[in-house]
């Protein structure tokens, strides 16, 4: 049966204040850094990694890189060495290398504050640039990252299977007011209850409220 785009939003609505209840303190970025050359890095370097990984790398790369001029003008190989366990590395380093010379070159040394300007810059995609805008208080869509991916094709928002067009569908469902918060909730629930390899569904809050059609419950929009 096909759902009217009504009651999918209303069902978005109640799956976005049922996670905020449950996860009210999540950060919108659960990576540490002090400048914004430094998030920007960092969101880089959290491609196929997790954050955890990341943050232990850059509490020590972090001490020497601070400024977009410092991550420019870095050494690739001596880069690559010091970001190593984040996996990747070498495409990584190459990517931030870059990504910095050309803010230095195009931008004037300043970060670019729109989804246009930030997928151009090399190693970044739309959800890169969804975070560094988020986190600038600039919203402009929903980041999608491999949590907000299967949490949204389980919770019935989306049956794709490419970034694009799931973020797409999140937009749609959800009210933009809230786009900033989805990733970083639907990471806490991905992380602690709602796990790629074993969701424990008996235990879900979602899965109480008939909120999640995964395990063929049925939803009450009532
Ligand atoms: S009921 Fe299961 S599949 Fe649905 S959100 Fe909860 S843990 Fe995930």
């Known amino acids: 049966m096909v759902e009217s785009l009504e009651k999918k939003k209303l069902h978005a609505k109640k799956v976005f204040s049922e996670l905020k209840k449950h996860y009210s303190d999540v950060p919108l970025l659960f990576l540490h850094y002090k400048t914004d050359a430094q998030m920007l890095c960092a969101i880089i370097l959290s491609a196929q990694s997790t954050d955890v990984q990341v943050n232990k790398v850059t509490s020590k790369l972090f001490l020497h890189y601070k400024t977009v001029d410092d991550f420019a003008s870095a050494d690739l190989k001596s880069f690559e060495q010091e970001i190593k366990s984040t996996g990747y590395y070498k495409q990584k380093a190459k990517h931030v290398i870059e990504c910095f010379k050309m803010i230095k070159e195009k931008h ?115």
């Open 108 to 222: 004037g040394g300043q970060i670019p504050l729109s989804m246009h300007a930030l997928i151009e810059l090399p190693g970044v995609g739309r959800k890169t640039a969804n975070l560094v805008l988020a986190n600038k208080g600039i919203i402009e869509g929903i980041a999608t990252d491999t949590h907000v991916w299967r949490l949204a094709q389980r919770l019935g928002f989306s049956k794709f299977d490419s970034q694009d067009k799931i973020e797409k569908d999140l937009m749609e469902v959800f009210d933009k007011k809230v786009w900033h918060r989805i990733n970083g909730l639907l990471i806490s629930h991905g992380r602690a209850v709602c796990t790629a390899r074993n969701p424990n569904c008996m235990r879900c809050f979602l899965n109480k409220k008939k909120l999640c059609p995964k395990i063929g419950v049925e939803r009450n929009y009532s």
